[in-house]
């Protein structure tokens, strides 16, 4: 497996990886806690997500406008939104945290700004909406599912390029995300070449088990010989 720049990595993540095989290398690195909470799924199964995590931080509020308070952001519609929206690059992922699962993060024309941007993928902690739309764009788009609540009266960007968490998982700007319909996981940027070339073993390994268990292998032979399974 070799590549020139990011571009070609993340094609070859897409066409030859999935989250079971780099989770598995990630684990036997000791990396333990490197999955997102299962609650985060592809809108559509095919869809599978690997670029460089663009971190968005969301706070909720309640008023779209606010004329009372001490936060300039919270007067701006949308907070940081659009700035967040038009920093985003070449294979970066719009990844955002902090809101209360209550209202959508994500929808068709985010996802049509991010494309013309390069960006590869979104993925919110809370809901998407605007289906039909993404769907038509084919833009992987990780969420806790279909809502068409908007986020406008309801939540605000505070902050982006800056460390957020889900589930307790700490997430660095311009660290690995990789999703697809097994789960989303963050890849330690120290680690990210090794981690890749690993599972790209593993998965050729999987291939031959799989070969061998197919022609009667037992399981218990298979694991003895190849160290798979």
Known sequence: MHWNNDTEFFSHMRQYL?????????DKMGYYHQFLPQRLQPLREDMVVAGRAMTVLEADCFEELSETGNNPVLSQPFGLMLDAL?????????????????YALWGELMSTRAMKC??????????????RGIYQLNFPTFSHGRYAQDQAPRGKVID????????????????????DLDGVLVIPREVEKEVIL???????????V???????MSAREAYDTYGIL
């Not at 038009?86 to 945290?97: F, G, H, P, R, T």
């Not at 690993?198 to 031959?208: D, I, L, P, R, S």
């Open 18 to 26: 999935y989250t079971a095989v780099v989770g598995d290398i990630l």
């Open 86 to 102: 038009d920093s985003l690059k070449e294979n970066d992922v719009y990844i955002c945290a902090g809101a209360s699962p209550s």
């Open 118 to 131: 390069g960006a590869v993928g979104a993925v919110v902690d809370g809901f998407s909406r605007d289906t």
């Open 160 to 179: 982006y390029n800056c460390p957020i968490e889900i589930g307790g998982i700490r997430i660095e700007p311009g660290q690995i995300i990789f999703g």
């Open 198 to 208: 690993g599972a790209y073993e593993k998965a050729t390994g999987e291939k031959t």
């Open 210 to 216: 799989q070969q061998k268990i197919e022609e009667g």
